[in-house]
């Protein structure tokens, strides 16, 4: 299984990335897929899901500011973060999820400048 992860960069305030997550080695459109962030020095949390029927929820501190969504054809998840502020500097990972089965990928570094 590898989730990888691209789309990273450093974006001054008010911009915009996009994230993708390829998967191989699973059934994509059966798994819930997540974004994580983890800032420097603090705990990974939950960014951003979509579940397999494209059912989406997002943390308090982005709603309205990011997009989570998926392409089962391509086996890809998205995160389309607008109206980035430093504090969204984090290296955001990728993770599946299908009852006990999850996967986490390699992180992507978000840097916001001020």
């Known amino acids: 299984v590898q989730l990888q992860a691209s789309g990273g960069g450093l974006v001054q305030a008010g911009g915009s990335l996009r994230l993708s997550c390829a998967a191989s080695?699973?059934?994509?459109?059966?798994?819930?897929m997540s974004w994580y962030g983890q800032a420097p020095g603090k705990q990974r949390e939950l960014v951003a899901r979509?579940?397999?029927?494209?059912?989406?929820n997002y943390a308090d501190s982005v709603k309205g500011r990011f997009t989570i969504s998926r392409d089962n054809a391509k086996n890809t998840v998205y995160l389309q973060m607008n109206s980035l502020k430093p504090e969204d500097t984090a290296v955001y990972y990728c993770?599946?999820?299908?009852?006990?089965?999850?996967?986490w990928g390699q992180g992507t570094l978000v840097t916001v400048s001020s």
């Open positions: 993770h599946a999820i299908l009852g006990v089965s999850f996967h």
């Open positions: 080695g699973i059934t994509f459109s059966v798994y819930a």
């Open positions: 979509i579940s397999s029927d494209g059912t989406t």
